[in-house]
């Protein structure tokens, strides 16, 4: 967490290897990120990070399954087994029934939960999620937060999210602020007085 200009997209792009650090390593499965040439880099983006954004960036000609086997296409799958492993994907986020919809055609909610599946299109190690709330209403921030909690205790993947949502800190099991391009302090959860803000209705 940090106000905007504290160096989260920074910190976001030295994890997703776009950027090197001038100090400190970067490791993501034991291999130092900034030692990987543009090839290797490259593989490393498609196979081990997913990434989900706050505007969802999915690409609008294309389809709810098309998106999310786009990497799987890259990653050298045959076109059935994208196939079968997307609607395997867009099940698991609720959305089983809409993969050939369109985003246009989709909620923001909707539309965001495509991406969740898109991002787990190649059984990454490391999810960046830059914001994955800032542009979705309280009910389905609250969704995608839950999405993402199941997505990591079941899938056993690590999420990192920028965010100035504190509805996040009830799922998080480390809170890092970062200050300045610094890290300031870190917190487990059960350190934190954490008072989430309840749906309406509940």
């Known amino acids: 967490m940090g106000p905007s200009g504290s160096g989260k997209s920074t910190f976001f792009n030295m994890v997703g290897g776009l950027d090197k650090p001038t100090e400190g390593k970067v490791y993501i499965d034991e291999v130092d990120v900034a030692q990987l040439d543009a090839y290797e880099l490259a593989w490393l983006r498609c196979r081990k990070i997913g990434y989900i954004f706050q505007s969802f960036n999915l690409i609008p000609v294309m389809t709810a399954l098309e998106n999310v086997t786009l990497p799987m296409v890259f ?18 986020v609720g959305l089983g029934e809409r993969y050939s919809h369109k985003p246009y055609e989709l909620s923001g909610g909707q539309q965001q939960r495509v991406a969740v599946a ?5 059984d990454p190690a490391v999810v960046l999620a830059d914001e994955p709330t800032g542009n979705l209403d309280l009910r389905t921030g609250t969704e995608i937060i839950e999405l993402l909690k199941e997505m990591n205790e079941n899938s056993g993947v690590t999420v990192i999210s920028a965010t100035h949502d504190h509805k996040m800190l009830s799922v998080s099991d480390r809170v890092v602020w970062i200050k300045d391009g610094q890290v300031d302090h870190v917190r487990k959860r059960e350190e934190l007085d954490i008072e989430v803000t309840q749906v309406e209705g509940e």
Do not use: V
């Open 75 to 92: 990653a050298g799958l045959t076109s059935d087994e994208a196939r079968d492993k997307g609607m395997e994907l867009l099940g698991k």
């Open 118 to 122: 898109r991002a787990l299109a190649n």
